[in-house]
């Protein structure tokens, strides 16, 4: 249980960090003269994929831990691969279907999916030493 209480408490931090660079994005888009309804969206739409797409994979490889755990390493394994080709199908299709429908900025959209793992370090900087 100890475990899954980590899992959401990295997921709010991978949360609150995409929240601020998807406004610093807004202000950049607003300050070139390019914010429209599409950088709106895409950058909602990317924020919430990458949350999704860190919240499902730190499930899932808490899950294969589990099973680690329980002496099936190989079914862990495949958990944690399957999981990964669904994401990114999914969050591929999505991105996909929606800039090729006019209605996402591209690169507001993939923005907030680029910067994950620059969030979760810079989050390192600020945890408390000997903490959780």
């Known amino acids: 249980m100890n475990s899954r209480r980590e899992v959401l408490h990295e997921t709010l931090i991978v949360f609150l960090g995409e929240l601020i660079?998807?406004?610093i994005m807004i202000g950049i888009f607003?300050?070139?003269?390019?914010?429209?309804?599409?950088?709106?969206?895409?950058?909602?739409?990317?924020?919430?994929?990458?949350?999704?797409?860190?919240?499902?994979?730190?499930?899932?490889?808490?899950l294969a831990a589990d099973r680690a755990v329980n002496d099936d390493v190989q079914g862990g394994k495949n958990l944690i691969r399957?999981?990964?080709?669904?994401?990114?199908?999914?969050?591929?299709?999505?991105?996909?279907?929606?800039?090729?429908?006019?209605?996402?900025?591209?690169?507001?959209?993939?923005i907030p999916l680029a910067v994950v793992r620059w969030i979760l370090t810079a989050a390192e900087f600020?945890?408390?030493?000997?903490?959780?």
């Not at 003269?33 to 919430?48: E, R, S």
Request: charged residues 10%.
């Open 30 to 62: 607003a300050l070139a003269g390019a914010l429209d309804g599409t950088v709106w969206l895409g950058g909602a739409v990317g924020l919430i994929l990458a949350v999704g797409n860190f919240f499902l994979m730190a499930m899932n490889v808490d």
């Open 126 to 132: 600020f945890r408390k030493k000997g903490g959780a």
């Open 82 to 110: 399957s999981s990964y080709i669904i994401r990114m199908i999914l969050i591929f299709g999505i991105l996909l279907l929606l800039v090729k429908s006019g209605r996402c900025n591209p690169f507001a959209s993939i």
């Open 21 to 23: 660079v998807y406004l």
